[in-house]
């Protein structure tokens, strides 16, 4: 089966710049998942959407950061104005069912460097 | 915050030797799971094991899961250059359906 597929792979942005990640998740994949990865740690999760419902968003900073997935497949993370600070690699994951019993399949990410 | 916390947080071992880390976890747990990133690429799942199973297999790797320690070993036997990446825990809450991750092993092994 094909994978989780993202777009950018790189992005470099100035500061203050919005940017767009598109994530195409695992074809019947109920669950997608938006994670942020700095460097040297663990991915932290953005936001869950289940079919194209949001089930947890509490850790994505709503006043600069938006995520939609229409229509229940593909989904963009967006970023607006970038800060220095989300400098760091996107990762879109997808499962079956729920993470409570159903492993992750991740894409490569995409490394947003904000100078 | 991480839920989980791995140790060490680097490892560096020589082909053919074994490798264990382990994860610490704070709050009661559905699952626990393990994946692996190699550099530059997205994480790949390794293991489920859930809070009622205290040993699980798969090829050259071995998880256990000791819930009154809240803690959790992965094993990696007779070790490969190619398993050189980060190694991952991920915890389910018992209350939640949030998969959170720890920091990370990285371990480098030496042909």
């Known amino acids: 089966e094909a994978g989780v597929a993202q777009s950018p792979r790189y992005k470099i942005i100035e500061k203050r710049q919005s940017v767009a990640f598109w994530c195409n998740p695992i074809?019947?994949?109920?669950?997608l998942y938006w994670y942020q990865q700095i460097l040297g740690q663990g991915p932290k999760l953005l936001i869950q959407?289940?079919?194209?419902?949001?089930?947890?968003d509490s850790q994505l900073p709503k006043d600069r950061f938006s995520a939609e997935r229409l229509k229940g497949v593909d989904s963009t993370l967006k970023i607006q104005p970038a800060k220095l600070e989300d400098s760091a690699v996107y990762l879109c994951?997808?499962?079956?069912?729920?993470?409570?019993?159903?492993?992750?399949?991740f894409g490569n990410g995409t490394r947003l460097t904000v100078t | 915050s991480q839920q989980g916390e791995e140790d060490p947080q680097a490892l560096s071992i020589q082909e053919g030797e074994n490798a264990t880390m382990n994860c610490s976890y704070k709050t009661s747990i559905n699952n626990l799971q393990w994946y692996r990133q190699n550099s530059g690429r997205g994480l790949v799942h390794l293991i489920l094991i859930r809070s009622n199973e205290r040993e699980k297999h798969s090829g050259r790797l071995r998880v256990t899961l000791d819930t009154s320690k809240k803690s959790s070993s992965l094993l990696i036997t007779a070790s490969r250059a190619a398993d050189t990446a980060s190694y991952f825990c991920a915890t389910i809450g018992a209350a939640g359906n949030k998969l959170t991750f720890g920091g990370g092993t990285r371990v480098l092994v030496k042909p």
């Open positions: 994951a997808s499962s079956v069912g729920s993470s409570y019993n159903s492993p992750l399949h």
């Open positions: 959407f289940q079919n194209n419902g949001v089930v947890d």
């Open positions: 074809s019947g994949h109920a669950t």
